[in-house]
T-cell receptor
Framework: NAGVMQNPRHLVRRRGQEARLRCSPM?????VYWYRQLPEEGLKFMVY????????ESGMPKERFSAEFPKEGPSILRIQQVVRGDSAAYFC???????????????FGPGTRLTVT | GENVEQHPSTLSVQEGDSAVIKCTYS??????FPWYKQELGKGPQLIID?????GEKKDQRIAVTLNKTAKHFSLHITETQPEDSAVYFC?????????????FGRGTQLTVWP
């Protein structure tokens, strides 16, 4: 059973370009979370999505960042007009059922390391 | 929101010794506390978790204890091996639990010397 998959694993963008990060959850998982990790820091929550719905985006910067999880295909985290401060590792995690069912376990992918030059 | 503090930030032990990492949390409504192991260049791996209705949980060489009154929980690794070397993160869930977000500590770099 394949785990959470993320691509690309490494992404280099120049300031002002767009970055698209993809996450395919584990088979049978319909809940996806995105986290950002700055060097030598813990993970910071960004957004929680279910298929076709954004459930909680309170951790997302108000501008330039957006996320989606369409009915078909991977979840995508999109960063427009990237700046140097966006350089970080971005992880997604998936869960088979949502917290409303008392199911809290989250399984992480390998991450995308974004470098903005 | 929840605030999770983790100590120590670095920990070095001799192979075979025990290692203990401690975390505190601020929100008394939190009811789920996972621990993750992150190796260099990889994603966090869930190694053990505990819920607020349990005081201790064990899985082979690792165990987690929870003190709800004091709002702290700890990871215990016995008979450490060099392959245990990694960064360990504790986390706690969101108040109310209908939102799934986790709040993470800043991590502990564990080094096990052979």
């Amino acid at each position: 059973n394949a785990g959470v998959m993320q691509n690309p694993r490494h992404l280099v963008r120049r300031r002002g370009q767009e970055a698209r990060l993809r996450c395919s959850p584990m088979k049978g998982h319909s809940h996806v979370y995105w986290y950002r990790q700055l060097p030598e820091e813990g993970l910071k929550f960004m957004v929680y999505l279910q298929k076709e719905n954004i459930i909680d985006e309170s951790g997302m910067p108000k501008e330039r960042f957006s996320a989606e999880f369409p009915k078909e295909g991977p979840s995508i985290l999109r960063i427009q007009q990237v700046v140097r401060g966006d350089s970080a590792a971005y992880f997604c995690a998936s869960s088979p059922r949502g917290p409303s069912t008392q199911s809290y376990e989250q399984y992480f992918g390998p991450g995308t390391r974004l470098t903005v030059t | 929101g929840e605030n999770v503090e983790q100590h120590p930030s670095t920990l070095s032990v001799q192979e075979g010794d025990s290692a203990v990492i401690k975390c505190t949390y601020s929100d008394s409504a939190s009811n789920y506390f996972p621990w993750y192991k992150q190796e260099l260049g990889k994603g966090p791996q869930l190694i053990i978790d505990i819920r607020s209705n349990v005081g201790e949980k064990k899985d082979q060489r690792i165990a987690v204890t929870l003190n709800k009154t004091a709002k702290h929980f700890s990871l215990h690794i016995t008979e450490t091996q060099p392959e245990d070397s990694a960064v360990y993160f504790c986390a706690a869930n969101e108040r109310g639990s209908t939102l799934g977000r986790l709040y993470f500590g800043r991590g502990t770099q564990l080094t096990v010397w052979p």
